[in-house]
C-alpha cells in the first residue's frame, strides 16, 4: 500500500517503514505524528485518489530526527550601484519514519511505553540531572524556541542550571561537551547549531 501526502506545502509518495525528509515539524525524536492530507491511497492495483482529500484516511508515522540541511550561499549584486550582498542559509528539516496508513477513519493504535526495568527504575537523579551552571536571576527564557528543544528537554536544561538564551550563545567547547555528557546528546548541540538559534533569540 502507498499514499501520497502533503506537508509543507509538497506532495509525497509514501509506504510503511519508508524514510522521508520533510518540512520542519514540531517534536522531538520519538514523537508520534499523523498526516490527514492524503491526497491518494494505492493497494492492489485499486487507487483512491482524493477531492482533494481522501475521505478517513490518515498516515501515521514517528519523528527519527530534527536536523538542517547544507548552507546555501546567497549573492546578490546590483551592478554599478556599489551593492552586494551575500547570506547563508541552512533548511530546517524534519526526518520522519512512516509506520502506518490508515483507511476508512482508523486510528493509529497508541503508542505503548516500555516499562522500566527493575534494575533500571528512574529515579530523582535520571528525572533531573545534576545542576552544571549557576542559573542567572530573573525569568528564564522559552528555550524551546530552539530548534529540537521540546517541553521535557527543556526542563532537563533548567535542572542544568540553563534558562537563559544568552547562556546557550556564550558555551565554550568544554561548556557543550559537559551538556553533551549530562544528557547523551552525542554532538547535537553542534548539529542543531543552538549557539547561532540562542545569539539570535538573546537579541530579542
Partial sequence: MFAVIKTG????????????????????????????????????????????????????????????????????????????????????????????????????????????????AVSVDDAAPAALFTAPEGEPDDLKKISGVGPVLEKKLHALGITKFSQVAAFTQEDIQRVDDALSFKGRIERDNWLEQAAELAKG
Fill in 9 to 120: 506545502g509538497k506532495q509525497y509518495k509514501v509506504a510503511a517503514d519508508d524514510l522521508v525528509k520533510i518540512e520542519k515539524l514540531d517534536g522531538e525524536a520519538g514523537d508520534s505524528v499523523t498526516f490527514e492530507d492524503v491526497l491518494m491511497v494505492g493497494e492492489e492495483g485499486a487507487v483512491n485518489v482524493g477531492a482533494p482529500f481522501v475521505d478517513g484516511a490518515s498516515v501515521a508515522g514517528e519523528v527519527v530526527e530534527q536536523g538542517r540541511g547544507r548552507k546555501i550561499i546567497i549573492f546578490k549584486k546590483r551592478r554599478r550601484q556599489n551593492s552586494r550582498r551575500k547570506n547563508g542559509h541552512r533548511q530546517y528539516f524534519t526526518t520522519v519514519k512512516i509506520t502506518d496508513i490508515l483507511t476508512g477513519g482508523a486510528k493509529a493504535p497508541a503508542k505503548k511505553k516500555a516499562a522500566p526495568k527493575k534494575e533500571e
